[in-house]
């Protein structure tokens, strides 16, 4: 596989369970994030993990708890969410070299999450 | 915090019309990238400019970025129906790993 692959890509929860999003890259890339897409509202930044170390935490509730294992590998916890948690989360990943200049994104397709 | 408006919002075409979208902001950006976005799909990244003025052109799309590196402009001629989508600027700041997205315009070309 190629790309960056989220799962699953669709999700329905209770807002007393607990659930995981899952994001692999098969890229070589060193960074890899978190974003939140809402209806009517920009790409949100939730996280940046460069070199597997968390290196953003862009002011998230705790119920989203990030895991980042290995360069390849992110993982998104979820627990006691709430309605207006319901979006597209994003996971994307990039190489960032140097001085940082970022040279873009590759994203995955996203998991369309609903909370009930 | 930096923000990026993007204009217009909504746009309703027909196919071989061309358009522009633009994206502003009060901050400088080292890079700037624009993407597309299809339902049901994460952004695509479509090109990267870097240099104040710059221009690049990928078949009919033209990008500009802004001689202050504050603004860019996306240029489509002969808009076809395979453009729909929804186009996203995105900025980056020296020294960050992060981009910051604009708020989106979204494109419907009929036939």
């Known amino acids: 596989e190629t790309g960056v692959t989220q799962t699953p890509r669709h999700l329905v929860m209770g807002m007393t369970n607990k659930k995981s999003l899952k994001c692999e890259q098969h890229l070589g890339h060193n960074a890899m994030y978190w974003y939140k897409q809402s209806a009517k509202k920009p790409l949100e930044l939730m996280f940046v993990y460069s070199l597997e170390e968390r290196v953003e935490n862009n002011s998230v509730p705790s119920r989203f708890s990030p895991e980042c294992p290995n360069s390849s590998h992110l993982f998104l916890h979820l627990h006691t969410l709430q309605p207006e948690d319901s979006a597209l989360y994003l996971c994307?990943?990039?190489?960032?070299?140097?001085?940082?200049?970022?040279?873009?994104?590759?994203f995955g397709s996203g998991t369309r999450l609903t909370v009930v | 915090t930096q923000l990026l408006e993007q204009s217009p919002q909504f746009l309703s075409i027909q196919e071989g019309e061309n358009l522009t979208v633009y994206c502003n902001s009060s901050s400088v950006f080292s890079s700037l990238q624009w993407y597309r976005q299809e339902p049901g799909e994460g952004p695509v990244l479509l090109v990267t400019?870097?240099?104040?003025?710059e221009v690049k052109k990928l078949k009919r799309l033209t990008f500009q970025f802004g001689d202050a590196r504050k603004d860019s402009s996306l240029h489509i001629t002969a808009a076809q129906t395979g453009d729909t989508g929804l186009y996203l600027c995105a900025g980056a700041s020296t020294g960050f790993q992060k981009l910051v997205f604009g708020t989106g315009t979204r494109l419907l070309v009929s036939p």
């Open positions: 994307a990943s990039s190489q960032v070299r140097g001085a940082a200049r970022n040279y873009g994104y590759t």
């Open positions: 400019v870097v240099t104040g003025g």
